[in-house]
C-alpha cells in the first residue's frame, strides 16, 4: 500500500551515541516533516523539507539533523543521543495537490539510556 | 498568532451516544482545518478536512465534523459512538503565516467510549 514507511520501528541508544531514522514515502509528496510525540506535549515539529534539497527548522530543532536528498526520502539524525531524546518520532508527508493534508509513518519509539 | 485549541483533555461517552469533540482555532484568512486520529502506538490517520464549501464536512469512520465561522470551531461529532472509536483525537490549522508548508497540531483529546 502507498503509505509513508519509517525505519527503524524501535531502538534503543546509550547517551552519545548516533543514529539516523528513516522515512521514505511513495505518493510523490512534495513536503515532508518529522515530529517528535511527548506525553502531555503533543506533536512537536522538529523539522521539515518543502522539496528535495531544501531542509527548514521548526520548533524544537536543536540536537537533530535532517537531510532529503531525495524527494521520497527524509532522514532525521542524531549526532549524540541525549536522554531528553527519548520520544516517539513520526515522519510525514503532504502535497499542496491534496490540500496539505498529512500522511504519518507509524513512528519509531526510541529511547536514549 | 494561528493557533488551535482543544479544550478537552478527555472525552466520556457511552457506546451508542452521539459524541463531540470541541476544537477551537484562530487564524488570519480561510482556514484549512483537519481532524487526525491516533488509535494505541499507532501513527495519526487522516480523518476528515475542511477548505471552502459546506459547512458539514463528512470523514472516515462515520465521523463528520461542522465548521462555525463565527464561533471559529471545527467540532468532530458521530451520532453513535462504537467503543472502537477510543483513541487520541487532534484537530489541526494549516499554518498559512509561514507559507502554508505547516500545520499547527491542537494537543490532542483522548476519547473514552464505554461499552
Known amino acids: 500500500n502507498a503509505g509513508v514507511t519509517q525505519t527503524p520501528k524501535f531502538r534503543v541508544l546509550k547517551t552519545g551515541q548516533s543514529m539516523t531514522l528513516l522515512c521514505a514515502q511513495d505518493?510523490?509528496?512534495?513536503?515532508m516533516y518529522w515530529y517528535r510525540q511527548d506525553p502531555g506535549m503533543g506533536l512537536r515539529l522538529i523539522h521539515y523539507s518543502v522539496g528535495e534539497g531544501t531542509t527548514a527548522k521548526g520548533e524544537v530543532p536543536d540536537g537533530y539533523n535532517v537531510s532529503r536528498l531525495k524527494k521520497q526520502n527524509f532522514l532525521l539524525g542524531l549526532e549524540s543521543a541525549a536522554p531528553s531524546q527519548t520520544s516517539v518520532y513520526f515522519c510525514a508527508s503532504s502535497s499542496p495537490a491534496l490540500n496539505y493534508g498529512y500522511t504519518f509513518g507509524s513512528g519509531t519509539r526510541l529511547t536514549v539510556v | 498568532a494561528q493557533s488551535v485549541a482543544q479544550p478537552e483533555d478527555q472525552v466520556n461517552v457511552a457506546e451508542g451516544n452521539p459524541l463531540t469533540v470541541k476544537c477551537t482555532y484562530s487564524v488570519s484568512g480561510n482556514p484549512y482545518l483537519f481532524w487526525y486520529v491516533q488509535y494505541p502506538n499507532r501513527g495519526l490517520q487522516f480523518l476528515l478536512k475542511?477548505?471552502?464549501?459546506?459547512?458539514l464536512v463528512k470523514g472516515s469512520y462515520g465521523f463528520e465534523a461542522e465548521f462555525n465561522k463565527s464561533q471559529t470551531s471545527f467540532h468532530l461529532k458521530k451520532p453513535s459512538a462504537l467503543v472502537s472509536d477510543s483513541a487520541l483525537y487532534f484537530c489541526?490549522?494549516?499554518?498559512?503565516?509561514?507559507?502554508?508548508?505547516?500545520?499547527?497540531f491542537g494537543a490532542g483529546t483522548r476519547l473514552f467510549v464505554k461499552a
Open positions: 505518493m510523490n509528496h512534495e513536503y
Open positions: 475542511y477548505i471552502t464549501g459546506d459547512n
Open positions: 489541526a490549522v494549516r499554518d498559512i503565516t509561514t507559507g502554508g508548508f505547516k500545520t499547527i
